[in-house]
T-cell receptor, first 115, second 114 residues
Framework: DTAVSQTPKYLVTQMGNDKSIKCEQNLGHDTMYWYKQDSKKFLKIMFS???????INETVPNRFSPKSPDKAHLNLHINSLELGDSAVYFC??????????????FGPGTRLTVT | QKEVEQDPGPLSVPEGAIVSLNCTYS??????FMWYRQYSRKGPELLMY????GNKEDGRFTAQVDKSSKYISLFIRDSQPSDSATYLC??????????????FGTGTKLQVIP
């Protein structure tokens, strides 16, 4: 059984379009994250939700809007896509206790290419 | 200056070699120190974590933290081709909301040649 799953795995789209990436975890975790990994493998936190509440919101353009319908799902919607948005987006989750949130379980990633 | 610095490599070693991977950091508030392994086209997976200065061993892997020097290392003994991956160091600090915020290094790509 896949612990953290993301759809789609690949996404190719044109500049200016709006797209969404979905994430689901079946680990029973309360905390979920979105990370962006650029071409140089730098993994940077974007957002984090705990039980549907936003707890980490890094300096990310307003075009990126996370949404957590329930604690097992965290989706990412991106408006007006730009070339610089091309990257691999990882969803992750961690245990309930905030002090244990250093141990994160990652999904397989969504490779977004903006042309 | 980035909070976490890591040599990107790539690092190429023969099978059986001892590998040393290193990171330095600037934020003395970091509490947990982790090493994640990322295979090509996969998500990172936690390999080891430590909370305090000193060594922690797990099979062929040893994680070392020196808080006074703000330096962490991962040693891999008897390296195997299956160890070929990108290794990301990571560190976490408690944010104002009481949650651990994790900062990753840029990763070191390791290739173990049979």
């Amino acid at each position: 059984d896949t612990a953290v799953s993301q759809t789609p795995k690949y996404l190719v789209t044109q500049m200016g379009n709006d797209k969404s990436i979905k994430c689901e975890q079946n680990l029973g975790h309360d905390t979920m994250y979105w990370y962006k990994q650029d071409s140089k493998k730098f993994l940077k936190i974007m957002f984090s939700y705990n039980n549907k509440e936003l707890i980490i919101n890094e300096t990310v353009p307003n075009r990126f809007s996370p949404k957590s319908p329930d604690k097992a799902h965290l989706n990412l919607h991106i408006n007006s896509l730009e070339l610089g948005d091309s990257a691999v987006y990882f969803c992750a989750s961690s245990q309930d206790s905030p002090l244990a949130s250093y141990e994160q379980y990652f999904g397989p990633g969504t490779r977004l290419t903006v042309t | 200056q980035k909070e976490v610095e890591q040599d990107p490599g790539p690092l190429s070693v023969p099978e059986g070699a001892i590998v040393s991977l290193n990171c330095t950091y600037s934020n003395s508030a970091f509490q947990y120190f982790m090493w994640y392994r990322q295979y090509s086209r996969k998500g990172p997976e936690l390999l080891m974590y430590t909370y305090s200065s000193g060594n922690k061993e797990d099979g062929r892997f040893t994680a070392q933290v020196d808080k006074s020097s703000k330096y962490i290392s991962l040693f891999i003994r008897d390296s195997q081709p299956s160890d070929s991956a990108t290794y990301l160091c990571a560190m976490s600090v408690l944010n104002s909301g009481g949650y651990q915020k994790v900062t990753f290094g840029t990763g070191t790509k390791l290739q173990v040649i049979p």
